[in-house]
């Protein structure tokens, strides 16, 4: 009993940790319960699983603030240079797991979980994954995100808070539906709104011109719409370090000034339609790759988020007391592809317009600060902006490009005299029938680096889409191969490998991959590759009951996981896969009696809304699927699996279970490639092409470990050029699958349904598959050989492991740091940000 104003007695035996802080196990479990009933409003009779996955959630965030707050604080103190990464997508995946290993404590919090009689897997499995990305452009920004934080790099990444995601995929009667993405139906504990953080962004209108009392001339732009964007802030920690850097999005919405605005003009509705037009523009990720479709709604997004990021960043160095002319001593830019690109006009604008800096200034500024990453070789994913359309929404950054192409286009004209092709094929305007803006020039004309993704990427850009550019610079070009962080990829999704790796190596490997070298001398130990393979076993018996349990369908995990996961793409060729399918379903069918490798064939990825040919290729696989897995004849020998829905969580479960990787794209048309690091990173060994970053990796595991087929990128544009005929490769095998296909075989007999498919193929045939099929046929064949000698198989993955070192965003990041951004990592140290609790 204690009296009224009087603290309880204290008893000496327990230690007081703070709730917010602490990491002991009694500690973990208070907050938690702590958590749930004031943040959640439960109790634990009525609490669900997600109430406690969000209280956990809070748990977390809370040990982290700390450092992120110091982090934040140490670089508005210091003077070095912090880098901004500019990207309109961030494909994270659930940031629980992840936070938990780059904090260390996963398994103390499992224990305090299950104490409280919970599983930690199920609170993980409740996070809605924040898709705010298509794929892999999306993916690297997250991966380049941990590693920054892990590298100590200061660093801050700007994008777009879209509301709906990317799409959820269910399929229905073998078809792909779309399903609105709302991951923030149930509130998004890891973000932090701030509300005064917030900027003006001008949108359409006109620009008037005048001169000042002093002469001076000026620009005033008067637009017709201006919106609001807000800033929300992700904290991304780094593994095992103090650093946890900021991931800031901007979500849109109406300025201040509405509600007062709506209740006095006569025009209510109209009003309301503004605000409506306001928020629309971070409502929604456009859900393309590899394409792109010019509509205004997106332009207004990018220049959204870029002038916020641009104006938050201006804002950031002054506050560190620099002059604005200073500006690139604060901040380097990396604009990731050229939905940032405006940026370069934008940084011009501020700085003429707001900051009335001359223009010559203003230029030396600009060109000093950006640098910019391509991600792809296929023209109709380089972007142009219909100039009518621009001019309606930009006018005064069309006057900006103006001036900065007229005074480029004089540099091309003194470097190239008498040169008319160049002035065409350098100039920011395409002129023609339609006039447009190529955002591709207008970010190698500001930045002062350029680079592409993969050796072999970055080569075909000097030589292709742009060979003037590296002409007039090529000072400004550079390679950059792309990487993925070990934490999320094999730590947190594969601890089975993760733990046998570290018991022979130690954990050095986790921040420092190269270390994985070490595992070479195990691949001809025997227990080793026993083991190695019981690893592979287990983690596939994980995916097949998981596989089981939501299709129903039975997989053998002594089978070969054959393994395809990615957008779904006819330059990526799954219907290429399915080919090397149906060709092996006809082997069966003729002699039933065929001593095969069993094989499981694994498909997962989604197609954009309105590409229907990439539609088309989910519903043949699902066809196919349907035909061989209820054939007797084939007697489960092979089995085919669509995953639907393929996303970062997803994904977590697919790499670490295959055993092949499928790398098929026609050479010269992927740019890099991550997924193809990820699987090798976990076991599997690659069929592939000489394409993008798969070059590399075939050179780093040995070409007697990858399997290699197809045309090379230059073999591709011979054949193009001397005339492609894929009727010379149309007969045996490949003639008896198409025509099985276009007979209505797998279609109930509907003849028609993959006609559109099947004719593409015969009388066009863009990406090849026709020429590569027999090597790739082939090519499989070798493969099922080499996995009936399950011990080689062992050595061949375990050496892959060992030899991916080089693929880790970390030694990416280390790159850019060392050649582009020129900044060193700034360990943080933590302090008390409010001593004596003031
Ligand atoms: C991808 N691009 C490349 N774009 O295809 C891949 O080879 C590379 O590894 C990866 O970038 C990272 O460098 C890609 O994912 C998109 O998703 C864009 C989304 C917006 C429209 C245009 C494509």
């Not at 018991?503 to 691949?523: C, H, P, V």
């Amino acid at each position: 009993k204690t009296s009224n104003n009087s603290l309880p007695p204290n008893n000496n035996n327990v230690t007081v940790e703070d709730d917010r802080t602490g990491l002991s196990i009694p500690t973990l479990k208070r907050a938690i319960a702590d958590n749930l009933f004031y943040i959640q409003g439960k109790f634990p009779t009525i609490a669900t699983e997600n109430d406690y996955y969000m209280a956990l959630a809070y748990t977390i965030r809370d040990r982290m603030l700390q450092r992120w707050a110091v982090t934040v604080d140490s670089y508005l103190q210091s003077k070095t240079r912090v880098v901004s990464y500019l990207s309109a997508e961030y494909l994270l995946g659930p940031h629980l797991g992840n936070n938990l290993i780059n904090l260390g404590i996963y398994d103390r919090v499992k224990q305090a979980v299950e104490e409280l009689g919970l599983d930690l897997e199920h609170l993980i499995a409740q996070e809605e994954e924040p898709g705010l990305g298509n794929g892999g452009l999306g993916r690297l920004a997250a991966c380049y995100m941990d590693s920054l934080a892990t590298l100590e790099i200061p660093a801050i990444g700007y994008g777009i808070r879209y509301e709906f995601g990317i799409f959820d995929q269910e399929i229905r009667d073998g078809w792909q539906v779309e399903i609105t993405d709302q991951w923030l139906r149930y509130g998004n504990p890891w973000e932090i709104r701030r509300p005064e953080v917030t900027y003006e962004v001008k949108l359409g209108g006109h620009v008037e011109h005048y001169t000042d009392s002093h002469g001076h001339y000026g620009s005033n732009w008067v637009p017709d719409l201006v919106v609001k964007g807000v800033a929300y802030d992700t904290p991304i920690l780094g593994y095992q370090v103090n650093t946890a850097n900021t991931l800031r999005l901007w979500k849109s919405e109406a300025p201040e000034s509405f509600d007062f605005q709506a209740f006095n003009v006569g025009d209510y509705y109209g009003a309301v339609n503004e605000k409506v037009i306001c928020e629309n523009i971070s409502k929604i990720l456009y859900p393309n790759d590899e394409q792109i479709q010019g509509k205004e709604l997106r332009l207004r997004q990018q220049y959204f988020f870029v002038s916020c990021s641009l104006q938050d960043m201006i804002a950031l160095h002054l506050r560190r007391g620099g002059k604005v002319e200073n500006f690139y001593e604060t901040f380097v830019v990396q604009l990731n592809d050229t939905h940032p690109a405006i940026s370069v006009a934008e940084l011009m604008r501020l700085l003429l317009d707001e900051h009335e800096l001359d223009w010559e200034t203003a230029w030396d500024v600009t060109t000093r600060t950006f640098a910019y990453t391509n991600h792809t070789l296929l023209p109709e994913a380089l972007e142009k902006w219909n100039l009518d359309l621009f001019a309606s929404i930009l006018p005064r950054h069309l006057e900006i490009i103006y001036e900065i192409n007229r005074r480029f286009l004089d540099e091309v004209a003194i470097r190239f005299p008498g040169d008319e092709g160049k002035l065409w094929s350098l100039s920011l305007i395409e002129e023609g029938e339609e006039k447009s803006i190529r955002m591709a020039h207008l970010a190698c004309v500001g930045s002062f680096a350029i680079n592409g993704v993969a050796q072999l990427h970055s080569e075909l850009l000097k030589e292709t889409v742009l060979k003037d550019w590296y002409e007039l610079y090529p000072e400004k070009f550079s390679n950059k191969t792309n990487g993925v962080t070990p934490r999320r990829w094999m730590v947190l999704s594969n601890p089975r490998l993760t733990e046998l790796i570290t018991s022979k190596i130690g954990d050095g490997w986790i921040k420092n991959l190269e270390e994985l070298k070490g595992l070479e001398k195990f691949a001809d130990d025997g227990a080793f590759r026993k083991q190695w393979m019981d690893v592979k076993l287990a983690v596939k018996k994980d995916l097949a009951s998981q596989v089981e349990q939501q299709q129903g369908i039975k997989i053998n995990p002594e089978s070969l996981f054959d393994v395809q996961v990615k957008r779904i793409h006819e330059y990526k060729r799954q219907h290429l896969n399915v080919l090397h399918i149906i060709t092996l379903y006809n082997r069966l069918k003729q002699h039933p009696d065929l001593d095969i490798v069993p094989r499981t064939f694994i498909f997962g990825g989604k197609a954009a809304p309105s590409y229907h040919v990439a539609k088309l290729m989910i519903k043949l696989i699902t066809s196919v699927a349907e035909v061989v897995n209820h054939d007797p004849d084939v007697r489960d020998r092979i089995k085919v699996v669509f995953m639907p829905d393929y996303n970062v969580t997803n994904s977590q479960k697919i790499y670490p279970a295959a055993d092949l990787s499928e790398q098929i794209s026609l050479a010269g048309k992927e740019a890099s490639g991550t997924g193809n690091m990820k699987f090798s990173l976990n076991g599997a060994l690659t069929i592939g092409t000489l394409d993008g970053a798969n070059v590399e990796i075939r050179e780093c595991v040995g070409e007697e470990n990858f399997f290699l087929f197809g045309l090379t990128a230059q073999e591709v544009e011979q054949l193009k050029s001397s005339g492609y005929n894929p009727w010379d490769y149309y007969h045996d095998s490949l003639k008896q699958a198409i025509d099985q296909i276009s007979s209505g075989f797998f279609s109930h007999r509907d003849g028609s349904l993959f006609q559109r498919l099947v004719n593409s193929l015969l009388y066009d045939d863009r990406y090849l598959l026709f020429a590569d099929y027999h090597s790739y046929i082939e090519c499989q064949d070798r493969v099922a050989e080499a996995y009936r000698d399950k011990d080689k198989w062992a050595k061949m993955s375990i050496l892959n492991v060992a030899r991916m070192g080089k693929f880790s965003s970390d030694r990416s990041i280390k790159e850019y740091c060392e050649d582009i951004w020129k900044v060193k990592p700034v360990p943080v140290e933590l302090y008390d940000l409010c001593p004596d609790g003031e």
